[in-house]
């Protein structure tokens, strides 16, 4: 499945939300996403720095959501 995610440019980790009331952040708290792989909104802190990415999560949208649903957190945040 490819999804977009998003890397903060300050602690580099990647975020993309699982499920529509899934709400990631990164580690340092500057950059959010929400709404799920499909309806995604990112917000940021003021003046950070982030890049878009497109990446293949391998994982349908049934699976993500049940990571989310029922909070194995194996997919949402990539570090790097």
Do not use: H
């Not at 952040?25 to 878009?52: H, I, K, L």
């Amino acid at each position: 499945m490819n999804i977009t995610a998003y890397k903060c440019l300050s602690c580099e980790d990647i975020i993309y939300s699982r499920a529509p009331w899934d709400k990631r952040m990164c580690y340092c708290g500057r950059v959010a996403v929400e709404g799920g792989p499909n309806e995604q909104f990112m917000t940021c802190a003021p003046q950070s720095r982030v890049q878009t990415l497109d990446i293949d999560v391998f994982a349908t949208s049934q699976e993500l959501f049940d990571d989310w649903d029922k909070v194995r957190n194996k997919f949402g945040l990539i570090k790097e």
